[in-house]
């Protein structure tokens, strides 16, 4: 059963990624002009063609080498101090700042390997694979320095109002994370003060698996856990 916040969330008309629909609208032009079935008369069905589907990959891949180009050029006109100037600044008016190079063609190949996108006739590149194939550019850009990851809690590591299960994927993937010797932090919204046995028992699956796993206690001093403060002003 959906909490009041979820439902809540599901109905609010959220403001779409500027950036992201700029992209998606480029990558309509491949999608509409040379996703060509190949029909089998034989058989009366449309069948995959590999030389379609590689075609096809190239021709995302050459939009998106174009979109770093516009993204680099960005970086060095702020840089500057010339960031109105930028061709994607004019482009997408809104467009924040990129602080690392991002090589959308590279986690795009990664994505495509697992989503098929350029294989696809009837449904285009969404908002969400593109946004996906961002962060898997993001991911890849800071991989090699990354020292703190943090998480929100509900709607993030487990359900609105929900406890951390130790079944979930996500507790093998922070072990390995503090293997690695990340810092990882837990910033939740959820006010329980000093009451840290609340807070222990919200993720009571994530610390089952800490207890089951050969951390040590220096990678375990590396997790941590905020939660929101509620102060009481007296008049």
Avoid at 58 to 69: A, G, N, P, S, T
Avoid at 130 to 146: C, D, T
Avoid at 165 to 185: M, N, R
């Amino acid at each position: 059963m959906s909490s009041i916040y979820s439902v809540k969330y599901q109905l609010r008309s959220h403001r779409r990624d500027a950036f992201i629909e700029f992209i998606k609208s480029m990558l309509m032009t491949p999608f509409v002009l040379h996703s060509k079935p190949r029909y089998d008369s034989s058989s009366g069905e449309y069948e995959r063609s590999d030389v379609t589907f590689k075609a096809n990959e190239d021709r995302f891949c050459e939009i998106l080498l174009r979109v770093e180009d516009l993204i680099e050029e960005h970086r060095r006109k702020t840089s500057l101090g010339l960031r109105e100037h930028s061709r994607l600044y004019n482009l997408v008016p809104s467009i924040g700042s990129f602080f690392t190079h991002l090589s959308l063609k590279d986690a795009f190949l990664e994505c495509n390997s697992d989503k098929m996108i350029s294989a696809r006739r009837f449904v285009p590149p969404s908002f969400n694979e593109i946004r996906e194939i961002l962060n898997v550019a993001q991911l890849r850009a800071i991989s090699k320095n990354l020292k703190l990851i943090t998480f929100d809690g509900d709607m993030t590591l487990y359900d609105d109002q929900q406890d951390f299960e130790y079944d979930s994927d996500l507790v093998h993937l922070i072990v390995k994370l503090l293997e690695h010797d990340k810092t990882v932090a837990v910033v939740t919204a959820a006010s329980y003060g000093d009451e840290a046995s609340k807070y222990e028992g919200r993720l009571k699956g994530l610390l089952k698996g800490f207890s089951l796993s050969n951390l040590t206690q220096e990678q375990l001093h590396r997790f941590f856990v905020f939660g929101k403060c509620l102060l009481a002003k007296g008049y």
